[in-house]
């Protein structure tokens, strides 16, 4: 008997325009090109970590870096999947999912960027739908949480549409300043579902690796 020492290589997620699969090397490669082209407008930060303010040659270690270190750490109940997203074959974002004791909690959070040049076409929308319904419908979440700064409307719009709601504020250091961070609750029965369906393929393999009771 033989067994794949990286399932995850063979785990993909399809929506009616994305294909949603995790990081791999060349892909870090395209996503680096996609941030280094612009993911935010100038004057603006929505993220808690200013990572692509550093220097294009520091940032793309760092990128690589920062994925490595969290697929290595993956394991049964503690895990990020970082989903590059892939449009007409090209990468052209990123959305992470991280379960935390998730054998127990059975919740789920995220976290995404899309490339400028390609916001406002309702890409992050389909893109946050297709991880959540990963979580709930294949992988047996019960809960998603998502955060967003109070200056970053586009995140908060997608929460809303897919039916998030208000779970409180925290304080947050962002750049040497005070932020407000909004927190925000998904039931897996307040889910609005997209009218489309999700594809998955690859999963069976993983399972062992997200979720303890799936051990032998």
Known sequence: MTFDPWPFRHLVLRTPRLELRPDDDAGLLELNEEALAGVYEPGTMPFSVPWNEAPPEVQGRQTFQHYWAQRAALGPGNWTINFLIRLDGKVIGAQ????????????????????????????????RAAVLLFAFDHLGAQTARSEAFTDNPASQSVSRKLGYQPDGTMTVDRMGKRAT????????????????????SGLEDCLPLLDPAEQD
């Open 181 to 200: 961070q909004v927190r925000l609750l998904l039931p897996a029965s307040e889910f609005v579902r997209p009218e489309w369906q999700l594809e998955v």
């Open 96 to 127: 992470g999912l991280t379960g935390k004791d998730f054998g127990v909690t059975r919740e789920v959070s995220s976290g995404s960027w899309i490339a400028r040049r390609l916001q406002g076409q309702g890409l992050g929308t389909e893109m």
